[in-house]
């Protein structure tokens, strides 16, 4: 097998346009290169351009280039499976088309070959071993490049490295939320990693106390103000001893307070003094002590819909969300896909990540999948996976789990300019001003649910705000 250097190059002159030309536009992701999945992803934005060229070259490269008055640009991966100009990808009139340039071994969209075709939003592109994701209508960072190379993203503290502009731009608040002692509530479904990012921002605060977790779910309910607020000898039955519980213990750091929906209601008012008196009173004492208290939380649950059938207190809610953070599902970023099995092969097997390579039906169908476990379920599906492939390193189809090789009902799809879903979208935000909780209300749905599916159209609701 033909072997190539895992180190890659991006370079682009000056000529390309900037990003932040257009507040929502195109872009392309180049999410992985299945034979050197640590060479960091590409995102490309098309605005401003009307041709991309995509071939193999000696090392990765991006330049710009005009053909016949067009601005454009030449994509180039040391691939072997690739050809020297491989695809092109056209502007026409607003849309974009797929052309395949007559290479060796093919191109395919969605996992079907194709020679011409339109692109529809979140089709990825089979190229060779390399593998490509176009999005027709994303938000821009402000001030991005154009060319934006994922090595860049290095330093990022774990958990916060991103290619998707929206997420990004969620991602750079951390760092300044982080120093102040501001709550914050981490909003997402099961295994988005929300706990890591917990452990980032108490990285970042500088807070000398330590981080201590409390999954809020999984103590019986009679246990859990004890382990919260600590007790006294002889409070109940079983305190044999005095504890100092979770808050105090936090004093000086950051407690984190997994699946807060789950607080019991009378847990849920004594937290509330906690937050507001910045002192804790332990089960059986008589003495409040203080504490030097920072608090983050995290939920898969609708709070705002708890809050309003009064299942969570509301104003407990209040003091959670001085700021708050919603991680979308894997399915919603597959563009960070390769970016995210990059960072989890380091930690799985450090010594071994660089020669762990996937059989593009392998690479297929993690791109595929829907991830109903997020990046938990992806970081044991590749463990298990390294450990199947053995000293080759070469993960097939075959060391995948079969739900991931089984193609899923519920994978995600194209979305097209006519989705109805759209439609209904952009009518309600129209209706309701931009009004994202009215327009969950409507829709019978959480308002995280709402910022998820403007997030994967590319809808920004300031537009429908005048």
């Known amino acids: 097998m033909p072997r190539v250097p895992d180190s890659g190059t991006v370079s682009a002159t000056p000529a390309l346009p900037a990003a932040a030309d257009a507040a929502s536009g195109a872009h392309l992701f180049l999410v992985l290169e299945s034979h050197r999945l640590l060479a960091p992803p590409v995102r490309v934005a098309l605005a401003g351009l009307g041709e991309i060229v995509v071939g193999r070259g000696p090392a990765r490269s991006i330049e710009a280039r005009t053909a016949g008055g067009v601005p454009g640009l030449v994509v180039r991966a040391p691939d072997p499976w690739l050809s020297s100009t491989h695809a092109r990808l056209v502007k026409v009139l607003q849309r974009w088309m797929f052309e395949d340039a007559g290479s060796k071994n093919g191109s395919s969209i969605q996992g079907a070959r194709v020679q011409r075709a339109e692109l529809r939003d979140g089709d990825v592109i089979e190229l060779g071993h390399t593998f490509l994701v176009f999005r027709a209508a994303l938000p821009s960072a402000p001030g991005a490049p154009a060319v934006f190379d994922a090595s860049a993203l290095d330093g990022a503290a774990p958990g916060l490295a991103t290619l998707l502009p929206p997420l990004g731009r969620q991602f750079a608040q951390i760092a300044p939320i982080a120093r102040s002692t501001i709550s914050v509530l981490i909003e997402g479904e099961t295994g988005t990693g929300k706990e890591v990012v917990a452990r980032a921002l108490h990285a970042l605060s500088g807070r000398s106390g330590d981080f201590v977790a409390l999954n809020c779910g999984a103590l019986p309910r009679e246990l859990v103000e004890g382990e919260l607020f600590g007790h006294r000898r002889g409070a109940f039955s079983g305190a044999t001893e005095d504890r100092v519980g979770l808050v105090r213990s936090a004093d000086r750091g950051t407690l984190f307070l997994d699946e807060i929906g789950d607080l019991p209601a009378s847990s849920q008012a004594a937290l509330l003094r906690v937050l507001q008196e910045r002192e804790v009173r332990p089960v059986g004492g008589t003495r409040a002590v203080p504490v030097d208290l920072r608090v983050i939380a995290a939920t898969h649950r609708p709070l705002d819909r708890m809050a ?159």
């Open 308 to 466: 309003a059938s009064g299942d969570f207190r509301a104003d407990l809610l209040a003091r959670l969300t001085g700021h708050r953070l919603d991680l979308p599902p894997l399915r919603d970023r597959r563009e960070d896909l390769g970016l995210l099995a990059a960072a989890l092969l380091r930690r799985i097997d450090p010594a071994g990540a660089a020669r762990v390579q996937l059989h593009p039906s392998a690479a297929r169908a993690l791109l595929g999948y829907s991830w109903p476990g997020n990046i938990r379920e992806l970081e044991k599906c590749l463990e298990t996976a390294v450990v199947l492939a053995g000293e080759a390193k070469r993960v097939e189809l075959e060391h995948l789990p079969e739900a991931v090789r089984r193609p899923s009902a519920d994978a995600p799809r194209a979305a097209s300019e006519d989705d109805p879903r759209r439609e209904e979208l952009l009518a309600l935000l129209r209706e309701h001003r931009g009004n994202i909780t009215r327009v969950a209300d409507a829709m019978g749905k959480a308002r995280m649910q709402i910022q998820r599916w403007l997030k994967r159209y590319g809808i920004d609701p300031e537009e429908f705000r005048g």
